[in-house]
């Protein structure tokens, strides 16, 4: 089955660039979408169409692609980025993720 | 946009749970709607999708839940549901209704705080 491979983690330290990674043989040809999860709260788009951010996300929140390979880069990381972070794409009527990066920021 | 997931609870293995996911704050009849799931210290799991009346409301459905769940949605109401049947001890989770501007969930825009389901015997 089709798959989105995700680091299980990043660490940075605070007002450092993280940038997490999403790997897919599709990538290039489907949109892909990027959430952020607190500990213990729903899932947040931050990211979407590879690129585009929703109205009240943060600037340094940016997306890229490259290839089979999106990105999600964190600009200045702050301790309130410290989440999980989940690619996720809607492709042969499936909604697929990726199994998430652990965002650490210390 | 609010969405508001309910009719978590304990259940035994075998039986049937219905879950229900109540909208306000748009037009519900003109969106799709989406069901996940998180297992306890797990990542995030697709459960099924229903498009818009507009476009049928076909359902679509992870292959790993083998037919025991079905989503079914009430315009009137604004209400999305989550049928599920012959439940595994497995299927304990938190349940996530969402929903979106893309029609189809290319993304998912909007998301409620979610409802557990604990089956246990």
């Known amino acids: 089955s089709y798959e989105l491979t995700q680091p299980p983690s990043v660490s940075v330290s605070p007002g450092q660039t993280a940038r997490i990674t999403c790997s897919g043989d599709?990538?290039?040809?489907?949109?892909c979408s990027w959430y952020q999860q607190r500990p213990g709260q729903s899932p947040v788009l931050v990211i979407y169409?590879?690129?585009k951010r929703p109205s009240g996300i943060p600037e340094r929140f940016s997306g890229s692609i490259s290839g089979n390979t999106v990105t999600l880069t964190i600009s200045g990381a702050q301790a309130l980025d410290e989440a999980d972070y989940y690619c996720?794409?809607?492709?042969?009527?499936?909604?697929?993720f990726g199994g998430g990066t652990r965002l650490t920021v210390l | 946009v609010h969405l508001v997931e309910s009719g978590g609870g304990l259940v035994k293995p075998g039986r049937s749970l219905r879950l229900s996911c109540s909208t306000s704050?748009?037009?519900?009849?003109?969106?799709?709607m989406s069901w996940f799931r998180q297992a306890p210290g797990k990542g995030l799991e697709w459960v099924g999708f229903?498009?818009?009346?507009?476009?049928?409301?076909?359902?679509y459905y992870a292959a790993s839940l083998e037919g025991r769940f079905v989503i079914s949605r009430d315009d009137f109401k604004g209400i999305a549901y989550l049928q599920m049947n012959s439940l595994k001890i497995e299927d304990t989770a938190l349940y996530y209704c969402?929903?979106?501007?893309?029609?189809?969930?290319?993304?998912?825009?909007?998301w409620g705080q979610g409802t557990l389901v604990t089956v246990s015997s």
């Open positions: 704050g748009f037009t519900f009849g003109d969106h799709g």
């Open positions: 996720q794409v809607w492709d042969n009527n499936t909604v697929i």
């Open positions: 969402s929903s979106g501007e893309s029609g189809d969930p290319f993304w998912l825009d909007y």
């Open positions: 229903i498009r818009s009346q507009g476009y049928g409301a076909t359902t």
């Open positions: 169409q590879e690129t």
């Open positions: 599709s990538l290039p040809h489907i949109f």
